[in-house]
């Protein structure tokens, strides 16, 4: 499985969203699902898929589906 293929996973598992619905463009503000429970599940299932733990920061900043691979980029993750 590749990283974009996890990547979409953890969206579909933390924010419970169909894999049809998860592509760039996909921000916090535009999805009822994606409310502050939800927003942890998804943290809990970035890290656990990627084993890393994000800063406090990067939780805070991580808003859209775009940001979230800009963040895991600063941990050495490419989402291709």
Same mark, same amino acid.
């Given at each position: 499985?590749? !990283?974009?293929?996890? /990547?979409?996973?953890?969206?579909?598992?933390?924010?419970?969203?169909?894999?049809?619905?998860?592509? +760039?463009?996909?921000? /916090? +503000?535009?999805?009822? !699902?994606?409310?502050?429970?939800?927003?942890?599940?998804?943290?809990? @299932?970035? @890290?656990?898929?990627? %084993?890393?733990?994000?800063?406090?920061? %990067?939780?805070?900043?991580? +808003?859209?589906?775009?940001?979230?691979?800009?963040?895991?980029?600063?941990?050495?993750?490419?989402? @291709?």
């Amino acid at each position: 499985m590749t !990283n974009l293929e996890k /990547y979409k996973m953890a969206f579909v598992k933390g924010l419970e969203l169909e894999i049809d619905f998860v592509k +760039s463009g996909l921000a /916090y +503000s535009e999805i009822e !699902n994606w409310d502050s429970v939800a927003h942890m599940n998804l943290v809990a @299932e970035i @890290e656990e898929t990627f %084993d890393i733990m994000l800063d406090t920061e %990067d939780i805070i900043d991580f +808003s859209s589906y775009d940001k979230g691979i800009e963040i895991l980029s600063k941990y050495d993750i490419v989402i @291709e």
